[in-house]
């Protein structure tokens, strides 16, 4: 099959292209210079020419909270022209397969957990990232239109909780928790500090899959796709407290040093966790256990990253 992959360079990109899966397929992965999705036009012709089978959009402007806060209008444009230029432009050549990547922060913020597919747009948004959560949430609903008016345009959407691996980021300003908190303590232990802080209690609770894990998910998907629900959540069905993450990260290090916990720092939602009820009917499950999952992270940012 001829795939085009979009945000090839960023995280979910790379997983997808190195896993072993990728032979049997012919992937498209254009960089943003050779296909700049915010131009219509170029999308269009790029798509028409090289007529995919299947589109795999995950590219997107991302960031942490202060980013989002400081650039919502950029977060919320470019994130939803890119959605409907590539979502328009598939239509209207004739690509009949298209697999969308959401993201759980669709899910309304006091929504009750685990949150189920059909709670996207039941409540009010997380406000610190409301503007990339709009922009996906119009994606995932116009590939819903799309589907109603012409059932043969398999127009999807796949949800995935919080993922780490390798080609993360380990840069504190921009980086998720378990890449952050990795790089804090590999930091610590260097500098022979005695003990770290922990934002908040740590009771906070939060579920992350390993990269690799989601790209053979995405694999599977290409060979089930007719099957495949409209929207499905991809998670582990259980999640961790943050002081746990914590421990199992100081471990994979060997970091000796004890944590305090500064209740003077916020601690965001108490918890996250997407309903994987779709996910175990549609016969897919995740392989890599967090502690797997954590030394196999930290051995590639001993390795590439902080040398």
């Given at each position: 099959?001829?795939?085009?992959?979009?945000?090839?360079?960023?995280?979910?990109?790379?997983?997808?292209?190195?896993h072993?899966?990728?032979?049997?397929?012919?992937?498209l992965?254009?960089?943003?210079?050779e296909?700049?999705?915010?131009?219509?036009?170029?999308?269009?012709?790029?798509?028409?020419?090289?007529?995919?089978?299947?589109?795999?959009?995950?590219?997107?402007?991302?960031?942490?909270?202060?980013?989002?806060?400081?650039?919502?209008?950029?977060?919320?444009?470019?994130n939803?022209?890119?959605?409907?230029?590539?979502?328009?432009?598939?239509?209207?050549?004739?690509v009949?397969?298209?697999?969308?990547?959401?993201?759980s922060?669709?899910?309304?913020?006091?929504?009750?957990?685990?949150?189920?597919?059909?709670?996207?747009?039941?409540?009010?948004?997380?406000?610190?990232?409301?503007?990339?959560?709009v922009?996906?949430?119009?994606?995932?609903?116009?590939?819903?239109y799309?589907?109603?008016?012409?059932e043969?345009?398999?127009?999807?959407?796949?949800?995935?909780?919080?993922?780490?691996g390798?080609?993360?980021k380990?840069?504190?300003?921009?980086?998720?928790?378990?890449?952050?908190?990795i790089?804090?303590?590999?930091?610590?232990?260097?500098?022979?500090?005695?003990s770290?802080?922990?934002?908040?209690?740590?009771?906070?609770?939060?579920?992350?899959?390993?990269?690799?894990?989601?790209?053979?998910?995405?694999?599977?998907?290409?060979?089930?796709?007719?099957?495949?629900?409209?929207?499905?959540?991809?998670?582990?069905?259980?999640?961790?407290?943050?002081?746990?993450y914590?421990?199992?990260?100081?471990?994979?290090?060997?970091?000796?040093?004890?944590?305090?916990?500064?209740?003077?720092r916020?601690?965001?939602?108490?918890?996250?966790?997407?309903?994987?009820?779709?996910?175990?009917?549609?016969?897919?499950?995740?392989?890599?256990?967090?502690?797997?999952?954590?030394?196999?992270?930290?051995?590639?940012?001993?390795?590439?990253?902080?040398?």
């Amino acid at each position: 099959m001829k795939i085009l992959l979009t945000g090839s360079r960023g995280m979910v990109g790379r997983n997808i292209i190195e896993h072993f899966s990728a032979h049997n397929h012919v992937i498209l992965s254009p960089t943003s210079a050779e296909l700049n999705l915010l131009d219509v036009e170029s999308v269009q012709n790029y798509i028409c020419a090289n007529k995919p089978d299947m589109i795999i959009h995950a590219a997107g402007i991302v960031g942490g909270i202060q980013a989002n806060m400081a650039q919502p209008v950029k977060f919320l444009v470019d994130n939803m022209q890119m959605g409907l230029n590539i979502l328009m432009s598939a239509k209207a050549c004739s690509v009949k397969k298209f697999m969308n990547l959401g993201s759980s922060c669709m899910y309304p913020r006091d929504a009750e957990n685990p949150l189920s597919e059909e709670l996207i747009l039941k409540g009010e948004l997380e406000p610190t990232n409301e503007g990339y959560a709009v922009a996906k949430v119009a994606s995932t609903r116009l590939c819903e239109y799309i589907n109603r008016e012409d059932e043969s345009y398999l127009y999807k959407t796949v949800i995935p909780c919080n993922l780490y691996g390798q080609h993360d980021k380990f840069d504190p300003e921009h980086s998720h928790m378990i890449p952050a908190v990795i790089r804090k303590i590999n930091d610590a232990k260097n500098q022979n500090l005695e003990s770290i802080d922990i934002w908040g209690d740590g009771l906070a609770r939060r579920e992350f899959m390993y990269a690799a894990d989601f790209a053979d998910f995405v694999y599977y998907a290409i060979d089930h796709f007719e099957s495949m629900p409209q929207n499905i959540n991809v998670g582990l069905g259980h999640d961790y407290t943050i002081n746990e993450y914590y421990q199992k990260i100081a471990r994979a290090i060997d970091y000796q040093g004890e944590f305090t916990h500064d209740l003077s720092r916020p601690t965001g939602m108490q918890q996250k966790l997407v309903d994987d009820t779709k996910l175990k009917a549609f016969g897919w499950q995740p392989q890599t256990t967090l502690e797997q999952g954590i030394q196999k992270t930290y051995d590639y940012f001993s390795n590439e990253i902080s040398q």
